[in-house]
């Protein structure tokens, strides 16, 4: 599914190159769960992003189920971005001025789905997350657990292959940093890929792979 | 989608509460401004275009300069409009307008009212100029003496209604004269360059007619379609030739045209199409004040800049706040949104705003034109908005406002890495934009040039009334119309010097306030040539004019009973006296040519200080006053005190002697007040705009401190943990913006300086542009900048240091 050959990220400053990965060759299948792991400033983010388009490499081939991804112009990245990809971040990352329900809808609405169909994908998403009753609340009127759950639901709805999980459970206590893992599980055992970097051990097993990063470099 | 991107940016402008006021209010005020402007404007230039032929009507005027005197005049002699129908093919129509019956007493029940609009004219009126009609025709209608034409508001006064045709209406002309009523028209719409109440006919006109030397009549053409008026302006000239000069050799003593030229003279008609008189006359002797296009181009530029300014707050704030909306961005970037959406998203947050200042601006509008129309002395109305430039206009702005508002964070922003924006590796440098920072520039240094303008037209009106003027203005009581009195008005005037209080009395032809005068030419030598003559207004005055007026004498004396030569006597101006080139014009002769043409020889008795008896705008001209009994004004120098007691003698005894007709009286300084009433009103409007302005600039400024503070907020935390003391966090956010404030100053001082000292040329007598205005209007600058920017700085400084640093 995924192919990275080569890549390196840096940047550039004053003729001084700063890198952020080195030479990271990686491949993931469909229905992988891989943990990414290591010291801060290792570079775990910039891979993270990078595999999600959101950033580019510097150097080396990026294949997304076989097509370059490093040639491609933005337009297209987006459109792939947008079809096959969901993100879940550490700090939630909802949109303070929009519901509970609205947050749902704003991939839809980029994805040009209409409005009858729309509204089906979000009441059925709102049932399976117990969260109806909350659906017209604003994102600073929810516990950071719940924020975080609306922030997987909305990087769900689209259906999306791979999701691509940013320490998801760094700013929630244990108890519901657990919850949100099974959920993770959960939808890995339904078949998506998932991506997470995380600095917690326990975490890491949910995943059946992982990857330590140390200083832009994959540590065999 | 668009629903989403409305919903977010309502939700935008009720959480931000106070950015979103100083968006909204001040981008209102700004377009409210120049709404307001527009009406003016639009009202200003759409003179005289109702006339069906209005792009061929086109009016003769006359440039005279004779013996060393200038005379632009837009009236001719009777004969021109006929002979010029007749010697040019290009010339369809003529009519003329006599408007010298001026004034006339109309019976209004048992009483006569004093009607002052009241014009003769020619048949032709109605085929040149459009005037509709209501009853009657217009096509015969003052072809008979004796017959008049009223507009319906007149009619519906006298009357009760307007169907009165085959009515009579009387006048007190040779002591109670009937007229016919043979059409009611339309009023006079309030944009025409004359304006009438009642037309009488020509023939009621007792005149000197087929004079080619005195001018009368207003004349207007009405060429052929397609005929150019430059080619039958330039021959205007051999119509000179042909008819004024033989007439003028006959009664002046004019030889040729090339003697009479090389001395210094002229005489010069031209074409003015009637489209442009209302912007471009500046004669003296038009039939209603004109406008000046010099104030169309000020207008324009202050509405401009009102709007610019209001406009520019706008995109600063949405700028500088667009830092924080980084993460939205970046979000929605990651939610699969490309760069269109995210523009138009901004663009209809910024388009929404200025259409709520639209809605906003027209409420204002619709509450301000009262007020705004009496200060303009126009009558404008909330409906022509609706006229098809303006509205278009406001339909246009939002969208233009928004855009420009609202392109620069969008492109901006849409920019970003989301990558960047998410892990937070970017941060809005606040410093950085240059743009903004000339933005403000740019903002105060257009307020600065509007305070400046304020200050100095408001010297230049307190120069006027503090300038001694050689005359009393306080304290004098005009009686008009005292004609009425007959052979009693001298029984009047003595009665009144019996009343306490009244000091002295006058009966007079003439103010020293402005009004049409006779101009008359003077000869210093007893042969009538024109290398030596003067032309000079002639005032008749009687005994006690000068010490009822405050008149002084520079040397000589006054007519007096005591000498037997007052008819043939003359006291000058010291004006005359230097044009005369006399050094001891006593006992020195002048000569004139009396209705007959014979020359009659008068002897200067005395010289009187020049007095301002034009407005400050014009140079004191040469006065020649003689001595003999005129009607028109009785005037008293009175004692204020008693003003009351004095009032109700004079009415009394008034009735007495004129009985039905009505007093009517004002006092001189009411009537000077009235001269440089245009000039008021332009340093009212400019004060109020150049207030509007500052305080939407200032708007602006408050806005972008608070978020300057917004966003300084750690650093100021960590300064006061370091110990820095309030003042001295005050001072460190205040700087940035004095120094903008001290920029736009220097910036706006030559400008300011270029545009008064233009607005004084307007002035014949003016004030110096003392550099102490440009000091003061920084000073206040920089203290209303201060004052608005303190009061949030203050408020970040005094925040407990323990709050802003524990937030990240």
Not at chain 2, 414 to 438: E, V, W
Not at chain 2, 452 to 460: A, F, L, N, S, V
Request: with cysteine.
């Amino acid at each position: 599914m995924i192919k990275l050959n080569n890549i390196s990220k840096y940047y550039e400053n004053k003729f001084i190159k700063t890198f952020v990965l080195r030479n990271i060759n990686l491949e993931i299948n469909e229905g992988e769960f891989i943990s990414v792991m290591g010291p801060s400033g290792a570079g775990k983010s910039t891979l993270l992003y990078i595999i999600g388009m959101l950033d580019t490499a510097s150097e080396g081939e990026y294949y997304f189920y076989d097509e370059p991804v490093h040639k491609m112009k933005e337009k297209k990245l987006t459109e792939l971005h947008k079809s096959h990809i969901g993100f879940v971040f550490q700090q939630y990352h909802l949109i303070d001025e929009l519901t509970v329900l609205e947050n749902l809808e704003t991939p839809l609405l980029y994805q040009k789905i209409k409005t009858s169909e729309r509204k089906g994908m979000v009441a059925d998403l709102l049932d399976r997350f117990n969260m109806v009753a909350k659906k017209d609340l604003f994102p600073n009127q929810l516990s950071g657990g719940q924020q975080q759950l609306v922030a997987i639901a909305r990087a769900i709805i689209t259906k999306p292959k791979l999701i691509l999980a940013d320490e998801p459970t760094g700013n929630l206590h244990s108890g519901q940093g657990k919850e949100i893992m099974e959920l993770l599980k959960k939808l890995n055992d339904e078949g998506t890929t998932i991506i997470q970097v995380t600095h917690s051990e326990e975490n890491a097993k949910y995943g059946n792979k992982i990857i330590k990063l140390n200083d832009g470099w994959i540590e065999k | 989608m668009i629903k989403n991107y409305l919903k977010i940016a309502i939700r935008n402008i009720k959480r931000h509460k106070m950015y979103s006021f100083i968006n909204i209010l001040g981008l209102a005020i700004g377009i409210a401004c120049c709404l307001l402007i527009m009406l003016y404007i639009q009202d200003e230039l759409s003179y005289d275009r109702f006339h069906k032929n209005a792009d061929r009507i086109y009016r003769i005027n006359t440039d005279l300069k004779f013996g060393g005197s200038e005379l632009h005049t837009p009236i001719t002699s009777d004969m021109m409009g006929q002979l010029m129908k007749q010697d040019y093919s290009e010339v369809e129509e003529y009519t003329r307008i006599y408007p010298y019956g001026g004034r006339k007493l109309v019976k209004h029940g048992e009483v006569y009212n004093v009607e002052l609009r009241c014009f003769h004219v020619d048949t032709t009126f109605f085929k040149v100029f459009t005037f509709p009609v209501l009853y009657g025709s217009t096509e015969n209608a003052l072809v008979d003496p004796r017959s008049v034409i009223l507009t319906e508001s007149t009619a519906k006064k006298y009357f009760g209604k307007a169907d009165i045709v085959g009515k009579y209406i009387e006048t007190d002309d040779n002591h109670g004269t009937l007229y016919k009523v043979s059409a009611v028209i339309k009023d006079v719409p309030s944009n025409s360059h004359f304006r009438f109440d009642f037309l009488f006919s020509m023939k009621d006109v007792k005149y000197d007619w087929g004079n080619f030397i005195s001018m009368n009549f207003h004349t207007y053409l009405l060429l052929r379609p397609g005929a150019d008026y430059k080619k039958v302006d330039e021959e205007l000239v051999q119509f000179n030739d042909k008819y004024c000069l033989p007439y003028a050799k006959e009664h002046l003593g004019i030889k040729s045209r090339e003697e009479f030229e090389k001395a210094g003279n002229s005489i010069l008609n031209s074409l003015i199409p009637i489209t442009k008189i209302h912007m471009y006359s500046k004669r003296t002797q038009e039939m209603s004040p004109t406008g000046n296009i010099q104030y169309i181009y000020i207008y324009s530029a202050v509405a401009l800049f009102i709007l610019l300014i209001a406009c520019i707050n706008f995109m600063n704030l949405t700028t500088a706040r667009s830092a924080n909306r980084t993460r939205e961005v970046g979000i929605r970037k990651v939610l699969g949104t490309d760069k269109q959406s995210l523009i138009s998203q901004f663009l209809t947050e910024s388009t929404l705003t200025a259409i709520c200042s639209v809605l906003i601006a027209l409420i204002a509008v619709y509450f301000m034109l009262p007020s705004f129309s009496k200060l303009a002395g126009k009558d404008l109305y909330f409906s022509n908005i609706v006229s098809r430039q303006i509205l278009f206009i406001i339909i246009l702005l939002p969208f233009i406002v928004g855009l420009l508002a609202g392109s620069y964070p969008a492109f901006y922003l849409s920019k970003f890495n989301p990558a960047m924006i998410i892990k937070g590796k970017i941060h809005s440098n606040y410093r950085g934009s240059k743009l903004r920072s000339f933005l403000v520039v740019f903002q105060f240094a257009t307020s600065v040039i509007l305070i400046i303008g304020t200050i100095i037209i408001y010297r230049q009106l307190n120069y006027i009334q503090n300038t001694n003027l050689g005359y009393q203005k306080d304290q004098v009581l005009v009686i008009n119309d005292t004609y009425a009195l007959g052979s009693g008005i001298e029984t009047f005037k003595n009665e009144m010097l019996q009343v306490p209080g009244v000091k002295s009395g006058t009966i007079t032809e003439f103010l020293p306030t402005p009004s049409a005068r006779n101009i008359e030419v003077f000869f210093k030598e007893s042969i009538s040539v024109a290398q030596n003559g003067l032309t000079m207004q002639r005032w008749k005055i009687d005994y006690d004019y000068l010490k009822t007026m405050g008149i002084q004498l520079a040397e000589g004396r006054n007519f007096s009973q005591d000498y037997g030569d007052n008819t043939s006597s003359v006291i000058l101006n010291e004006t005359a006296v230097k044009k005369m080139g006399y050094t001891n014009p006593i006992d020195n002769y002048i000569y004139t040519r009396n209705d007959n043409n014979q020359l009659t020889k008068y002897k200067i008795i005395g010289v009187v200080k020049d007095f301002h008896y034009e407005s400050f705008h014009q140079d004191i001209g040469p006065l020649c006053l003689l001595y003999g009994n005129s009607m028109g004004h009785v005037s008293f120098n009175i004692n204020m005190a008693s003003v009351a007691n004095i009032l109700s003698e004079a009415k009394s005894k008034w009735k007495s002697i004129a009985q039905t007709i009505p007093l009517s009286y004002q006092f001189m300084d009411e009537s000077f007040t009235n001269m440089y009433r245009s000039d008021e009103n332009t340093g009212t409007s400019v004060l109020t705009f150049s207030i509007l302005s500052i305080f939407v600039a200032c708007m602006g400024l408050f806005g972008l401190a608070a978020f300057l503070a917004e966003q300084k907020s750690k650093e100021i935390g960590v300064r006061k943990v370091l110990g820095a003391s309030v003042l001295e966090i005050v001072m460190l956010l205040s700087k940035e913006f004095a120094w903008w404030v001290l920029l736009a100053n220097i910036i706006a001082w030559p400008v300011a300086y270029i545009i008064m000292n233009n607005w004084l040329q307007n002035f014949a007598y003016k004030t110096e542009i003392n550099w102490l205005v440009f000091i003061i209007s920084g000073i206040v600058t920089l203290l209303i900048a201060f004052t608005t920017v303190s009061s949030q700085t203050i408020k970040a400084a005094l925040t407990n240091p323990a709050k802003s640093i524990r937030y990240e």
